[in-house]
């Protein structure tokens, strides 16, 4: 079973950056892909970007050109450096990693997430 312990929110001013890091531990064989989500109070989870076994990353529109999600295969982690914080941007972050369970069925495995308040 892979579990998913996150570390680096926090609290920081707009206009500033942070680094998220997810340390991946247990049965990593399987994993399909990782990936970051946030929620903000009041609204639905939403991916925030992923990356595959195979290196191909995807983002959401509202971090393009401001976040880059990278990965550790040595370290069995995955990063998120945010660039050019705003206040949008505040949430909590969870890590994800996406497995098959034995028939095959892929399902996300989740960390406990981690605050990231941008003040204004």
């Known amino acids: 079973q892979v579990q998913l312990v996150e570390s680096g929110g926090g609290l920081v001013q707009a206009g500033e950056s942070l680094t998220l890091s997810c340390a991946a531990s247990?049965?990593?064989?399987?994993?399909?892909?990782m990936g970051w989500y946030r929620q903000a109070p009041g609204t639905e989870r939403e991916l925030v970007a992923s990356?595959?076994?195979?290196?191909?990353?995807n983002y959401a529109d509202s971090v393009k050109g401001r976040f880059t999600i990278s990965r550790s295969n040595a370290k069995n982690t995955i990063s998120l450096r945010m660039n050019t914080l705003t206040p949008e941007d505040t949430a909590v972050y969870y890590c994800a990693a996406r497995v098959p369970d034995p028939d095959g069925v892929l399902y996300d495995i989740w960390g406990q997430g981690t605050q990231v308040t941008v003040s204004s």
């Open positions: 990356i595959t076994s195979g290196g191909r990353t």
């Open positions: 247990g049965s990593m064989s399987g994993i399909q892909s």
